[in-house]
């Protein structure tokens, strides 16, 4: 466990170096918004449509590890809303919570860790984890929520999914790229080394921005922030694990790495989703604060327990 905590110790060093720069004036909010807006929208982009141009979609489309995957995320949902509405909350913070408790960082830290502690062979498999966060679990959040406001579930909710959907750039750029992969074509050498170049900002730009933003987040509720945080950190993977493992019977590797995945902390989009909706901003972003905090030590275990 000790060498991979040395192994991921470079990626939270860059998310303390922004937080940081942001901590000390150093560097603003309206800069660590620029940033995330490039790194979304142009680094992040571009490595992602570079590995799925190099991938085939039949080889790593994998239904037993989606149902797994996505079973595990159904039972945590279900639970972080259940002890929710216990509270006594509302159910648009419930619902707030419960993704919270099941959507990871995997975008801006999953995708380039994993990639580089577990291998090359990762990339499929996270991908996977992102488009059913993407999909399953961004389209829920919108439906229960809009849901709720009108009182019953209208055509406007898909039309709203539609949209969220079909501009988020993850999604564009994860399907333009199997797009370009089922042509059969290699992607040319000057546009290869492109995209390369540019997916490369997106790393250390992604967890310096994850630092700065932290930064400028208030903390509100840390008793709940700490239970969201144990939700996402252990219950996440550990359910996960059981269906992966148990249930549906996914290979060792991708299941390690599913696993993994899960292990992730709070995402950042989940405080934009709150912000949008007005829903319990504050909360969520303690939630992300102390999960990635505490990830540190968390997800270095699970590398290193799913690594053997």
């Not at 807006?37 to 570079?50: D, G, N």
């Not at 085939?56 to 949902?77: K, M, R």
Request: with cysteine; glycine share 10%; proline share 5%.
């Amino acid at each position: 466990m000790i060498d991979v905590l040395l192994q991921t110790l470079p990626f939270f060093a860059l998310i303390g170096l922004g937080f940081g720069a942001a901590a000390r004036g150093f560097f603003p909010p309206e800069a660590t918004a620029y940033l995330t807006r490039f790194v979304f929208y142009f680094a992040l982009s571009a490595m992602l449509f570079r590995f799925a141009a190099n991938l085939s979609l039949g080889e790593v489309l994998d239904w037993p590890f989606i149902w797994a995957y996505a079973s595990g995320g159904i039972v945590l949902y279900a639970i972080a809303t259940v002890i929710a509405l216990l509270r006594k909350v509302g159910v648009e913070e419930a619902a707030v919570e419960a993704q919270c408790a099941v959507i990871g960082n995997t975008g801006f830290l999953g995708v380039p860790m994993l990639a580089l502690l577990l291998g090359e062979a990762a990339i499929g498999p996270v991908m996977l984890v992102l488009a059913v966060d993407l999909f399953l679990f961004g389209s829920l959040i919108v439906i229960i929520i809009t849901g709720y406001r009108d009182g019953r579930v209208s055509p406007k909710i898909l039309a709203t999914i539609t949209k969220g959907l079909t501009t988020n750039p993850m999604i564009v750029s994860i399907g333009l790229g199997f797009l370009w992969s089922a042509t059969g074509w290699a992607l040319p050498g000057p546009v290869d080394r492109f995209l390369e170049l540019l997916g490369g900002a997106s790393t250390p730009g992604a967890l310096f921005a994850i630092g700065a933003s932290l930064a400028i987040k208030s903390a509100e509720r840390l008793s709940v922030a700490s239970w969201l945080s144990f939700a996402k950190l252990v219950l996440h993977p550990t359910l996960v694990a059981f269906f992966a493992l148990v249930v549906f019977d996914v290979a060792a590797y991708p299941a390690g790495v599913m696993i993994a995945a899960s292990a992730l902390p709070v995402a950042g989009n989940v405080y934009i989703l709150a912000q949008h909706y007005g829903v319990a901003p504050h909360r969520v972003s303690t939630a992300i604060l102390v999960s990635t905090l505490v990830s540190i030590l968390t997800v270095s275990t699970v590398i290193a327990w799913v690594s053997v």
